[in-house]
């Protein structure tokens, strides 16, 4: 069976630090791979998302930056964190092609930027 | 483009109650639609799925059917539970790679 895992689970860092947020997934290869955030309502904002090794397609212009080093494994980094980057943190993975096409989503990681 | 709308919460509701979350959603040609369920403090689960016209999806006394005539995929369930509150999410997917999401609105059940 497919997992997914994101860590760490909570974090807190101050203005100004770099951020790494790891995600991975087990049990399947070539994912498309996504990165979301909620923060403050519970709306989801698609930041990044991932096709294959290398390919990143960014949503919304920011600070934040991905990438994917390997085939289930995607990275959400920044170098110098802002206040208004608190908020849930959610990876999730969808099958390229056969099966159904819903997302998995990982446990997510809780940032607050202080 | 695609487009998710849901009605706005919180759904305050007793114990028993019958549970109406409803969505409407804007998209071309024939999207697969899907309901999710986040509970405090974690990610998203699949609660259920509707993939052409006329489906019905239904998990955990929870249904849906796929409208095509009003583009609806409103969420049913006839007895709630306090287990039961958390945030809903309709969601559809057409033909690219991102899904479409609703805004969520949140349950909260009463004993």
């Known amino acids: 069976s497919q997992t997914i895992h994101q860590w760490p689970a909570t974090l807190v860092q101050p203005v100004g630090s770099p951020l790494s947020l790891e995600c991975t997934v087990e049990?399947?290869?070539?994912?498309?791979l996504y990165w979301y955030r909620q923060a403050a309502g519970r709306g989801l904002q698609l930041l990044f998302y991932?096709?294959?090794?290398?390919?990143i397609s960014s949503e919304v212009p920011q600070n934040l930056s991905a990438s994917r080093p390997q085939d289930r494994q995607f990275i959400l980094s920044s170098k110098k964190l802002l206040l208004s980057d608190s908020g849930f943190y959610l990876c999730?993975?969808?099958?390229?092609?056969?099966?159904?096409?819903?997302?998995?989503f990982g446990p997510g990681t809780r940032l607050t930027v202080t | 483009g695609n487009s998710v709308t849901q009605m706005e919460g919180p759904v305050t509701l007793s114990e028993e109650a019958f549970l109406t979350i409803n969505c409407t959603y804007t998209a071309t040609g024939y999207p697969s639609l899907f309901w999710y369920v986040q509970y405090p403090g974690e990610g998203l689960q699949l609660l259920l799925k509707?993939?052409?016209?006329?489906d019905k999806g239904s998990n955990k006394g929870f249904e849906a059917t796929y409208r095509k005539e009003t583009t609806s995929f409103h969420l049913e369930k006839g007895s709630v539970q306090v287990s039961d509150s958390a945030v809903y999410f309709c969601a559809l997917r057409g033909g690219s790679y991102i899904p479409t999401f609703g805004r969520g609105t949140s349950l909260i059940v009463h004993p």
């Open positions: 999730a993975w969808r099958r390229q092609a056969g099966g159904s096409n819903e997302q998995y």
């Open positions: 049990g399947t290869s070539n994912p498309n």
């Open positions: 509707a993939t052409k016209a006329d």
């Open positions: 991932s096709v294959g090794i290398g390919q």
